[in-house]
C-alpha cells in the first residue's frame, strides 16, 4: 500500500450484528472525504479476540477492499486501548482517526476533525452534541470527567467518545512508550502542543450491546487517575492526618468525659461505629495503594501488551 495521508483505526470487538452497517457507511464516507481532500487513506480493523464472526466478518471485507483495508488479528482480548495502540503501531497516515465499531460517532463526522487538524492542531477530541445514551450512564460519565480533570489536569470535556485525530508525531510519542496500561486521549493530551475539540453528532448503537459497564467505567477511570497523577496517594495522605489529629482530639475528649461523669455503656454503639469507620477508611487507602503497587507490578513483567494473530495487508 502507498503511503496514505489518513489512517481510521477501528478497534472490533464482538460487533458482528452491526459491522455490514459499519462498512455501508464508512467506506462511502471516506471515499468522498479522499475525493474532497485529494488524499489517499487506510482503514485498520483490530479484532480484539471477538468470540463471535467478527474476525470472519473482517477478512471477508479486507478481500473486497484490499485497496485501503487492513485487520490485525489478536490471538486474544487485550481489551480497547491495547487494540488502539497496535493500530498506532501499523498505521501509515499523516493524520490518524479513531472511531468505533458500533456507529454511535458517525463516520460522517470525521471531516469535522480534518478540518480542524488543518488549522494546526496536532490532537483534535470530539464532544457528542446530543449524547444518546441513559440518563445514568451520561450523569456517571460526567461525574468522572470532573473528577478526574480535578485530580488529573488533564481537560478532556468528553472523556467516553472515541473519534479523536492525532497527528503523526503525537502518535510516534505515544508509541514510544511502553506503559502496559494507559489511556490513549489523555496520553495524547500531555504530548499535544496545541490541541482543540469540536461537537460532534452522536446516534444510538447500531446494533448489538455495548460492553462498558459501570464497573468497566469505574476501572478506566481508576487506571485513568492513578496512570497520570498521584494526587489520589496525596489526598489520602492528607486525609489520614485529619483523621489521626480527629481521633486524638476524641480521645481527649472521652477521656475528660470519664473522668468527669463517670464511665457510661451508652457511647459502646458510638466507639464501634468510630471503630467501623477508620477501618473502612484504611481498607480503601490500602486498596488505592494497590492500584499503583498493581500497576508497577504489571510494568515490572515485562510481558506483551497483546498478541497478533495475523496481519491482512496488501503488500507493497
Known sequence: MSRPMLSIV?????????????????????DALSTSLGESYEIIFVNDGSRDR???????????RPDVTRVILFAANAGQHMAIMAGFEHCQGEIIVTLDADL????????KLIAKMREGHDYVGSIRRKRQDSLFRTWASKAMNRLREKITRIKITD???MLRAYSRSVVDAINSCKEVSTFIPALAYTF?????????EHEERAAGESNYTL??????????MTGFSLVPLQWFSMLGILVSFGSAALFVLLIIRRLILGPEAEGLFTLFALAFFLIGLALFGIGLLGEYIGRIYQQVRHRPRYLVEAILEKKE
Not at 104 to 111: A, D, L, V, W, Y
Not at 216 to 222: A, D, E, G, P, Y
Request: hydrophobic letters at 40%.
Open 215 to 224: 464497573y468497566s467505567l469505574i476501572r478506566l477511570n481508576f487506571d485513568l
Open 54 to 64: 467478527s474476525a470472519a466478518i473482517l477478512r471477508e471485507q479486507y478481500q473486497q
Open 104 to 111: 454511535q460517532n458517525p463516520p460522517e463526522e470525521i471531516g
Open 192 to 200: 499535544a502542543r496545541n490541541p482543540a475539540e469540536v461537537i460532534v
Open 10 to 30: 477501528i478497534p472490533v470487538y464482538n460487533e458482528e450484528a452491526g459491522l455490514a452497517t459499519l462498512f455501508a457507511r464508512l467506506y462511502p464516507a471516506l
Open 159 to 161: 472523556q467516553g467518545n
